[in-house]
Nanobody
Framework: QVQLVESGGGLVQAGGSLRLSCVASRTIFSINAMGWYRQAPGKERELVAT??????DYADSVKGRFAISRDFAKSTVYLEMNSLKPEDTAVYYC?????????WGQGTQVTVSS
């Protein structure tokens, strides 16, 4: 079992930045992959970024603006979001995949005003 707690969301103007954090209840060193999804009102949940031993992946819509990273010592995954756009407004969820199991956080709201 892994509990995930996100923080760092909020209201920001277009062009601004936010950093989301996801703290895991146990070491993330052995977790296969961690990532961030988002879900905007009326839309499907979509993958934003993932990080695994082999590297990182990003949705085309956030490439060059968002960066995912992790700190093993703090059992934390971050999502640095720059040049935010109104279309980035969504609830952002942290996820961890370990073997056949997927774990989700409760989500943090990001609102970007124009």
């Amino acid at each position: 079992q892994v509990q995930l707690v996100e923080s760092g969301g909020g209201l920001v103007q277009a062009g601004g930045s936010l950093r989301l954090s996801c703290v895991a209840s146990r070491t993330i060193f052995s977790i296969n992959a961690m990532g961030w999804y988002r879900q905007a009102p009326g839309k499907e949940r979509e993958l934003v970024a993932t990080i695994r031993r082999g590297g990182t992946d990003y949705a085309d819509s956030v490439k060059g603006r968002f960066a995912i990273s992790r700190d093993f010592a703090k059992s934390t995954v971050y999502l640095e979001m720059n040049s935010l756009k109104p279309e980035d407004t969504a609830v952002y969820y942290c996820t961890a995949r370990n073997g056949p199991n997927n774990y989700w956080g409760q989500g943090t709201q990001v609102t970007v005003s124009s």
